[in-house]
């Protein structure tokens, strides 16, 4: 798979960043306004998917490719477990091990936040990985096709 | 209540014209964006019913759903051939949704009316804000009250993406020894 | 207000999952499949969100979040059910890893058929 034109990967590249910052802001604060885990991983799947859009391949091979996609799922899952098996220090499975203060500010969550960015950073890398993988899978078809010499789509 | 209501009838007209469209079309590429107006409609309506997280959600699973089903269309010839006489009779249709319908309009009048809920649960959740420390309520349902549930999901998950890989996996497998 | 607007949202809920039935049943095409699948989707996570508003007798309803504008029995009064959106919000990421594990059978079996059609692909075992 090709990546898109200049103008394509140049905005791709300005834009990722602000993606990704929209997506650790919805994880961060989820216990106070709306998001939470499961959105912001969502949107940081799709700044991913924004990258692999536009720059076809070619991240794949920077260190962007499954193993990421897999690793990085796979931490989130342990990190979810891990914070429902550290609820134990006080009590129960899922307890709240970390005393929440009153108020509106970052830290008032307790293992919310934890257990926030575990699940953000969990379903972000899987569906990334999911999508990675059907476009890997296009890209290895269409070179089958240009070897053959019969396809020239991109 | 009525400005509540207007809006939301139009809304879900809106997404059942679209889904119409969706099912009956030829074109498979119109047939899936115009699953993604549906998506969008649910998203308006979400935000209509004060759910603003289903919303935030909603608008970006619409979008990387209907990325992953373009990925999977453009470019694929579709040879599906669909003939007059395996799509059933208008009378037929009209019938069935006579049907759903009458039986809809019995059946949810023994549920609870629209803008009415009865908030067993709901109320003692609301009223334990102080407990979790969440603001938002519905994190502190989803991660406190009922975090059993969601560690089901994450592995409902996590599994799918596992099926993912191992369907579209390219070594170890029979007749692809590269 | 009638008695009708009690329920008549969640008819409109029903014949859309109708559609989307309806598209599982009858179509030959994956494509479409997958399609009727995400159509019930969106009709259920749309009825949950339906059971759970709520329109105050007084004042007008708002959001599972407090805010330093609302807050206390104003909140509690006011405020729509958050159990059914917390079930929603998981179910809305489930379907969509579900779509894509369907998206990718589709194309695997467009990869070794070469076409969408069932009828087809059943046709040509092997």
Known sequence: MRGMTLIVKTTASLLIGFVVLFGAYIILTGHLSPGGGFAGGVILAAGLLLIVLAFGADPLRKGLGHNFA??????????????????????????HFIPHLTGFGLLTGGSIVLSNIAIGIKVGAGLFGAFLMLAAFRASESADKTEKGDGNDT | M?????????????????????????????????LGAVGFGLALVDLLLKAPDLALTQVVVEIIAVVLLIRAVVAREDTTEESLSDTPHVAFVGMVVGAIVIAAFVCFQQLVPFAKPLMTMGEAYLRSGELTGAKNQVTAVLLDFRAYDTLGEATVIFAAIIGCYALLRT???????R | M?????????????????????AIAVKKNLIKIIIGVMLIHNATSLFLVLVGYRMPETGESAAPIITRALSGEEFFRQSVDPVPQALVLTAIVIGLSVVALMVVMAVRLHEKYGTFDLTRIRKLRG
Request: charged share 10%.
């Open chain 2, 171 to 177: 070594r170890g497998r029979i007749g692809n020894r």
């Open chain 3, 2 to 22: 009638g008695m009708i607007h009690e329920f008549f949202p969640y008819v409109l809920c029903v014949l859309l999952f109708a559609v989307g039935l309806y």
């Open chain 2, 2 to 34: 009525a400005e509540v209501l207007l809006p939301l009838y139009a809304l879900m007209a809106f997404m059942l014209i679209a889904a119409i469209i969706a099912v009956e079309t030829r074109d498979l590429l119109s047939s899936v964006l115009c």
């Open chain 1, 70 to 95: 897999l690793v990085w799922e796979s931490l989130g899952a342990v990190g979810f477990l891990a914070v429902a098996l550290l609820g134990f220090i006080a009590g129960t499975f899922f307890a």
